[in-house]
């Protein structure tokens, strides 16, 4: 088996707990649009653009919008999910995350994001663990999105280290799909059921180190 020698980390439901903000704001929206839309629609939606999130939600309640309303139902949902990201503090990183990134980089280990959203620069500095990442791969500089393995990819190449000695951690079923397309090792984050293609799942950061972790994957 390949050396490990870096981690790429999902931002939403990885580091920070905003999809439960992604949530409610995809939520009203879809009530203001007429469409019900529930916990198990939005894990469908979990790890995927904003603007496919839009679609997918069009296509369940078979309905669409006209270029401009959709552009506006965007802004719309963005404005509302960062009204609830606005509120959150330096200290709302889900726990055990900034350890688990302190001791990867003690480890030497190359760290690096891998997330969809457009916000990742703004939630990354204001949990100030910006420089933590030696690369940030978002929602900006990608044309693919999850399960595309191409925001990984992206990551491995700035890297400069072979996808089978990354390992993604991931909390969506799409990052998951995502990290297994592009050949890499994968650690889901949540419940077994959903995310029963990692190679291993845990419930948290905080519950392994980075070395349990890297034996886990060894064994
Ligand atoms: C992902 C989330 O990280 O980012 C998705 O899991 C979200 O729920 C996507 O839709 C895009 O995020 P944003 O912040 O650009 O709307
Ligand atoms: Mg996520």
């Not at 439960?20 to 916990?39: M, T």
């Not at 001791?103 to 703004?122: C, D, I, M, Q, T």
Request: charged residues 25%.
């Amino acid at each position: 088996m390949a050396p490990i020698k870096g981690f790429l980390f999902d931002l939403d439901g990885v580091i920070v707990d905003t999809a439960k903000f992604h949530f409610k704001a995809w939520q009203k929206l879809a009530a203001e649009l007429g469409i019900h839309f529930d916990e198990a629609d939005n894990e469908k939606l979990k790890g995927v653009s904003r603007k496919e999130s839009l679609e997918k939600i069009l296509e369940w309640g078979h309905t669409s919008l006209d270029a401009e309303r959709f552009e506006a139902m965007m802004a719309k949902k963005n404005d509302w999910y960062l009204d609830f990201v606005k509120e959150m503090s330096a200290d709302e990183a889900l726990p055990g995350a900034k350890d688990f990134l302190a001791a990867s980089l003690a480890l030497k280990l190359r760290v690096g994001l891998g997330s969809a959203s457009k916000n990742a620069e703004l939630i990354l500095n204001l949990l100030q663990i910006h420089d933590s990442f030696e690369c940030i791969i978002d929602g900006t500089k990608i044309t693919r999105s999850k399960p595309d393995p191409q925001v990984f990819s992206m990551g491995a190449e700035f890297l400069g280290i072979e996808p089978q000695s990354i390992v993604v951690f991931e909390d969506s079923q799409a990052g998951i799909e995502a990290a297994r397309a592009g050949g890499f090792r994968s650690v889901g984050i949540g419940d077994p059921k959903i995310l029963a293609d990692a190679e291993i799942v845990i419930s948290g950061l905080h519950q392994f180190s980075p070395t349990e972790i890297i034996n886990k994957l060894n064994f």
